[in-house]
T-cell receptor, first 111, second 114 residues
Framework: DTGVSQNPRHKITKRGQNVTFRCDPISEHNRLYWYRQTLGQGPEFLTYFQNEAQLEKSRLLSDRFSAERPKGSFSTLEIQRTEQGDSAMYLC?????????FGPGTRLTVL | GENVEQHPSTLSVQEGDSAVIKCTYS??????FPWYKQELGKRPQLIID?????GEKKDQRIAVTLNKTAKHFSLHITETQPEDSAVYFCAAEGGETGGFKTIFGAGTRLFVKA
């Protein structure tokens, strides 16, 4: 499968724990995006990378969220001290220019 | 801040009828406007897009129009089929920062009745 992959697909955690998600983009796609999607809503922009540089981060994102793309290939999204409100689907997308190709998402449930 | 509003939230049409979904955006510097289709349990997929220097674009049964002055754009689906049933999202990319930040609308759930 040469599409965008995300791991894990599902994560259940207790409030206060830290979680980390991984995204592997399509090879040679320069841009990589992270979104959060809740039921009945559109993808909410979190941050994006151009190669290894994180160029923008949503103002809605608290300091508990951090993302990295150390070598310009895969990316990780970490949420520290999770809260119940963090429960959502976390989507990753990669893009060579315009079209964004989405991964299957990681569904996070915070108990 | 940046915002994309999408209407209606739900749309039900008879097979063969047309469907129109409308979006407005707030950042006048936005320059790229894609539309994504998301079927139940699947990831969003691009169906059509338009750049700010173009007023209209068509691809078979789907078309998109853009009015930069009014900051709104619309998706038109003609001769709807049951397989068109899905959630459709508009988005606006670009902005004052000159980057590629993408803001999505809340989505329109389209039902096509056979």
């Amino acid at each position: 499968d040469t599409g965008v992959s995300q791991n894990p697909r599902h994560k259940i955690t207790k409030r206060g724990q830290n979680v980390t998600f991984r995204c592997d983009p399509i090879s040679e796609h320069n841009r990589l995006y992270w979104y959060r999607q809740t039921l009945g809503q559109g993808p909410e922009f979190l941050t994006y990378f151009q190669n290894e540089a994180q160029l923008e981060k949503s103002r809605l994102l608290s300091d508990r969220f951090s993302a990295e793309r150390p070598k310009g290939s895969f990316s990780t999204l970490e949420i520290q001290r999770t809260e119940q409100g963090d429960s959502a689907m976390y989507l990753c997308a990669s893009s060579p220019s315009d079209e964004q190709f989405f991964g299957p998402g990681t569904r996070l449930t915070v108990l | 801040g940046e915002n994309v509003e999408q209407h209606p939230s739900t749309l039900s049409v008879q097979e063969g009828d047309s469907a129109v979904i409308k979006c407005t955006y707030s950042d006048s510097a936005s320059n790229y406007f894609p539309w994504y289709k998301q079927e139940l349990g699947k990831r969003p997929q691009l169906i059509i897009d338009i750049r700010s220097n173009v007023g209209e674009k068509k691809d078979q049964r789907i078309a998109v129009t853009l009015n930069k002055t009014a900051k709104h754009f619309s998706l038109h689906i003609t001769e709807t089929q049951p397989e068109d049933s899905a959630v459709y999202f508009c988005a606006a990319e670009g902005g004052e920062t000159g980057g590629f930040k993408t803001i999505f609308g809340a989505g329109t759930r389209l039902f096509v009745k056979a």
